[in-house]
């Protein structure tokens, strides 16, 4: 690798871009030649090998997911014009991996959740939904879980929504208000994201800079783990991170998305208004170079 930081520009000229030579030509085999109109990143650039090195295909998102052991992929791929506002247990939601643990949707008040919304998944897996949160339904899978320390939680989301709400979250109530509630993953009012514990006695989190509710789709990624501490990672970088936010509260709960418990207001909803899409649960902590490769293997360059 080479740099030179005080060459900004070239020779101005009218000319064309060639690939494999012009005045000496190259003796290789060449593949995925992509001109970008901009300078990218560092960072994006390491995505982009990254990516290309693991994925085969955008077909394979799922696969990708699946290679990295998830504890469960929802995929909300329902039917257009699936509606569940019923009163408890509507629908099972698949669980794609061999693990079997199958989820349910719920909703709090007279709305639900909407299927067959035009989903996050592009290229060869574009014709897939995804499910429409109105600020009042959620999904959650109906066992208890002791004390998870360790754990990747993922997911896409789109909102233009300015009141908030609960991305994934973990309680003591499989549906209903929680009395114990802790790593909470939710979107403030001004669309910035955040995910916290309650440590030690107090709410310990973390928060992206950049606000999240412009209406287009959004990879999300939260890890945490003793020795590592939590990250927040927005389509495929690092956005926040706390090295050190000791230990979540001790108990046993369910795993719930889309809406939850808030320590604070804002925001001004506990629920999600928006779009989910492939919720994905891990009781592991992925690597910044595992949650690059999800984000790149569903992305346009």
Not at 244 to 253: K, R, V, W
Request: avoid cysteine; hydrophobic fraction near 35%.
């Amino acid at each position: 690798m080479a740099a030179a930081a005080g060459t900004t520009s070239g020779t101005a000229l009218t000319g064309y871009f060639r690939i494999g030579g012009d005045v000496s030509y190259i003796n290789a085999t060449l593949d995925e030649a992509v001109l970008y109109l901009r300078q990218l990143t560092a960072a994006r650039m390491s995505a982009h090998y990254t990516a290309g090195a693991n994925a085969t295909s955008l077909a394979a998102y799922t696969a990708t997911l699946n290679a990295d052991t998830p504890w469960a992929i929802y995929h909300l791929n329902d039917p257009p014009d699936t509606a569940y506002k019923a009163l408890l247990f509507q629908t099972r939601l698949a669980d794609l991996t061999a693990s079997n643990h199958r989820g349910w949707y719920s909703y709090v008040r007279p709305r639900g959740v909407y299927g067959g919304r035009p989903g996050a998944l592009v290229g060869a897996d574009a014709s897939s939904t995804a499910m429409r949160f109105t600020g009042a339904g959620i999904g959650y899978y109906p066992t208890r879980v002791t004390n998870p320390t360790t754990f990747t939680l993922e997911l896409w989301f789109r909102t233009t929504s300015t009141t908030g709400g609960d991305l994934i979250s973990f309680g003591d109530s499989m549906t209903g208000d929680s009395a114990v509630y802790d790593r909470i993953w939710k979107m403030m009012d001004d669309g910035t994201v955040t995910f916290g514990i309650y440590s030690g006695g107090s709410i310990v989190s973390m928060t992206s800079a950049g606000a999240y509710n412009d209406g287009a789709w959004h990879h999300g990624v939260v890890t945490l783990s003793p020795t590592d501490g939590m990250t927040l990672y927005l389509d495929g970088g690092v956005v926040a991170g706390n090295a050190s936010p000791g230990s979540p509260q001790n108990y046993a709960g369910y795993w719930r998305w889309g809406g939850g418990k808030k320590w604070t207001s804002p925001p001004t909803s506990e629920y999600f208004l928006g779009d989910l899409d492939e919720v994905a649960i891990y009781p592991s902590r992925l690597t910044a170079q595992q949650v690059a490769r999800h984000y790149w293997t569903n992305s346009s360059p």
